[in-house]
T-cell receptor, first 113, second 113 residues
Framework: DVKVTQSSRYLVKRTGEKVFLECVQDMDHENMFWYRQDPGLGLRLIYF???????EKGDIPEGYSVSREKKERFSLILESASTNQTSMYLCASSLWGANEKLFFGSGTQLSVL | GDSVTQMEGPVTLSEEAFLTINCTYT??????LFWYVQYPGEGLQLLLKATKADDKGSNKGFEATYRKETTSFHLEKGSVQVSDSAVYFC????????????FGTGTLLAVQP
């Protein structure tokens, strides 16, 4: 089975801290995604990567950056965490190809105090 | 822009009841449509999909038919079980091999014994 692993289930940080969320997939998928999930808003795409060192902004990239130095790993970076970034963050991966299903990690619940 | 609208929850049903969760979409062209499910404490997983008009996706007793004339993709199940309690997300995909999806806000289903 494909496994998408997010490094932390719960994370508490302070305003202004630099935060790294890590995601690793074990099935050689080309595409990787970072979404945030908020009640009443569903999932919103933050960033997307289709290859090593390649990235595209999603719908809500402000305040975030990403890094993909190896195919299996996709990191989300909050340069200076703010309280409005308190959320559930979901990483996903998929093969390159139309209508391939996304495989999701279990999520990281980030609280910024 | 493209969007997905789902009925608001929570939806509370008794075991063996009939389930419908409404989903409508706005998109140009010919999107693919998906239902993802999120069980408590887990990431999302694909439940079913349909890639063209009049296609029916089905899995685990759930069904949804891609209706272009009504821009809808309603999820149905004839007899729900307690184990179906979860959050259900409708999503559309347009960008082919990138598999970027636009998600609805999610509908919480609670099934009581």
């Amino acid at each position: 089975d494909v496994k998408v692993t997010q490094s932390s289930r719960y994370l508490v940080k302070r305003t202004g801290e630099k935060v790294f969320l890590e995601c690793v997939q074990d099935m050689d998928h080309e595409n990787m995604f970072w979404y945030r999930q908020d009640p009443g808003l569903g999932l919103r795409l933050i960033y997307f990567s289709y290859d090593v060192k390649m990235k595209e902004k999603g719908d809500i990239p402000e305040g975030y950056s990403v890094s993909r130095e190896k195919k299996e790993r996709f990191s989300l970076i909050l340069e200076s965490a703010s309280t409005n970034q308190t959320s559930m963050y979901l990483c996903a991966s998929s093969l390159w190809g139309a209508n391939e299903k996304l495989f999701f990690g279990s999520g990281t619940q980030l609280s910024v105090l | 822009g493209d969007s997905v609208t789902q009925m608001e929850g929570p939806v509370t049903l008794s075991e063996e009841a009939f389930l419908t969760i409404n989903c409508t979409y706005t998109a140009t062209g010919y999107p693919s449509l998906f239902w993802y499910v999120q069980y408590p404490g887990e990431g999302l997983q694909l439940l079913l999909k349909a890639t063209k008009a009049d296609d029916k996706g089905s899995n685990k007793g759930f069904e949804a038919t891609y209706r272009k004339e009504t821009t809808s993709f309603h999820l149905e199940k004839g007899s729900v079980q307690v184990s179906d309690s979860a959050v259900y997300f409708c999503a559309l995909g347009k960008e082919g091999a990138t598999n970027k999806l636009i998600f609805g806000t999610g509908t919480l289903l609670a099934v009581q014994p």
